[in-house]
């Protein structure tokens, strides 16, 4: 099949959610027929703890996951079902809504903050599993260094090794790639799978076209079954996300994402007369 191309390049717009977090919304609503079964990516970059200390006070999800990955920083979180803890350095978090969560993220104060927040969907199925917490910590990520890059291992497989998760309902490869300056990364990856990369320092180019991508870019590479990235100057780190597509409806209300808007009513009804969690 050959390697896949640059479809589509999303830098996203600067937004303000939770009570009051200035974040980078790469990927959102818009992007959401490209990006499935991805709903959204939130990037985090900051050496300026106004931009995030409100945080993300008590709020509701239903019918997703999300996972929080994070580079540097220290995000304290509680959850409904009695979770409570922080995620630290090079430690990710993978929630899975289900039926029904009610959680707070509060980003602490550091010299810098840096990581990003998936949303990955549920197929029509799982929307109403059972909600599940896993505290994904720096030793239970894989490393595998080849001379010229390092990859993390989140979640899935590559090469010999296995990411602590896999994901249990969409099959999920996630991976934070670090490639030296000027070198070449290469990799088999599943021709039916959505695919992209978030760029988070350096740049690189990752088709055959001579177009450098800069970095805080989400890139979208489609048709083929390897992909061939070479890092820039300054060498490239990126977070390689991969999943099949459900292609099933989407009906959005802010914190919950189910299939038809009966669905999403009945989520705010449940909310509204405390039956959210059950
Ligand atoms: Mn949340």
Redesign the pocket.
């Given at each position: 099949m050959g390697s896949r191309k640059v479809s589509k390049i999303v830098g996203g717009a600067v937004q303000y959610d939770?009570a009051g977090v200035k974040l980078v919304r790469v990927i959102g609503k818009a992007d959401v027929h490209d990006f499935d079964p991805f709903l959204m990516l939130d990037a985090f970059d900051s050496q300026d703890p106004a931009d995030y200390v409100k945080g993300?006070p008590w709020?509701p999800?239903r019918g997703i996951e999300?996972v929080t990955y994070l580079i540097h920083g220290d995000i304290e979180h509680g959850d409904s079902l009695g979770n409570q803890g922080s995620i630290l350095d090079g430690c990710c978090q993978w929630?899975t809504a289900g039926r029904g969560i009610i959680?707070?993220?509060m980003p602490q104060a550091v010299d810098r903050i840096l990581g990003a927040?998936l949303w990955i969907n549920l197929p029509r199925k799982d929307k109403m599993t059972e909600p599940a917490y896993r505290d994904i910590t720096d030793d239970m990520i894989p490393e595998v260094t080849d001379g010229k890059s390092t990859v993390r291992i989140i979640s899935g497989r590559y090469r010999e090794k296995v990411g602590p998760v896999q994901g249990d309902y969409v099959k999920t490869l996630y991976l934070d790639v670090r490639i030296d300056p000027e070198g070449t990364w290469h990799m088999s990856v599943d021709p039916e799978a959505t695919l992209f990369c978030y760029l988070v320092s350096g740049s690189g180019r990752f088709d055959a076209s001579d177009s450098v991508i800069p970095s805080h870019r989400a890139v979208l590479l489609v048709d083929g079954d390897e992909v061939t990235i070479v890092a820039g100057k300054e060498g490239l780190r990126f977070l390689f996300i991969s999943g099949r597509p459900l292609r099933e409806p989407i009906a959005w209300g802010g914190?919950i994402v189910m299939n038809t808007r009966e669905e999403l009513h009945q989520a705010f009804k449940d909310l509204d007369e405390g039956n959210f969690i059950r």
């Open positions: 939770g993300f709020h999800h999300t929630m959680h707070q993220e927040q914190p």
